[in-house]
């Protein structure tokens, strides 16, 4: 397999496994939004294998657009205040909005997009999400789309980095203990 090397302790997540979990998901999806005009935001960088491929498994025409948000602070991860460094290009007022991610671990980032997707004015809004850990969870946010709960160890790959590395494997593994520096 791709990359698996000392690097990687162990694949959580197949190839296989993660498409047809997208294909499922995308079905869901095609199903509730049946008639209405659907709007895809992923939240970048993670969230750029899950669209390309769940996009692809709707047979249907979507818009996408896409944000990218980072937490304040000397934190490595996330604090709750998010600044956006890049904004949606699109106007969502009256639209049907669906973000899309890679994983919420603590449900920091999506709790305060979400809220100020919704100041927008949009139709709706709604989380997909590839994977979700639920043990990481500091508050609540509501997702209606998960691909799998996994449990709270470091995983990288298929969107999710270490030091923005292993991003492009197309599984999702753990990073070995020896790894982190
Ligand atoms: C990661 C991940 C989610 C977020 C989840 O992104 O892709 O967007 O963290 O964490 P949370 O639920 O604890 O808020 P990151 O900020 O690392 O940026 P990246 O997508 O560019 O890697
Ligand atoms: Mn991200
Ligand atoms: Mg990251």
């Given at each position: 397999p791709q990359h698996i090397d000392g690097d990687l302790e162990k694949v959580v997540l197949s190839e296989q496994e993660i498409q047809s979990r997208l294909a499922e998901m995308a079905a869901d999806i095609q199903r509730d939004y049946e008639g209405k005009d659907v709007l895809l935001v992923g939240v970048l960088k993670g969230a750029v294998m899950v669209m390309a491929d769940l996009s692809r498994h709707l047979s249907r025409h979507v818009e996408i657009d896409w944000m990218d948000v980072s937490s304040y602070?000397?934190?490595?991860?996330?604090?709750?205040v998010v600044r956006i460094i890049k904004d949606l290009?699109?106007?969502?007022?009256g639209r049907h909005v669906l973000v899309v991610e890679d994983i919420i671990d603590t449900g920091l980032t999506l709790s305060w997009l979400v809220s100020n997707l919704r100041s927008r004015g949009p139709a709706s809004v709604e989380i997909c999400t590839m994977l979700r850990k639920p043990e990481a969870a500091k508050t609540d946010v509501d997702v209606k789309y998960v691909g799998f709960d996994i449990p709270n160890s470091f995983v990288v790959g298929y969107g999710l980095d270490y030091a923005e590395r292993y991003?492009?494997?197309?599984v999702v593994a753990t990073l070995a203990p020896h790894m982190y520096s």
């Open positions: 602070g000397s934190g490595t991860r996330s604090s709750g290009d699109a106007d969502i007022s991003r492009n494997l197309r």
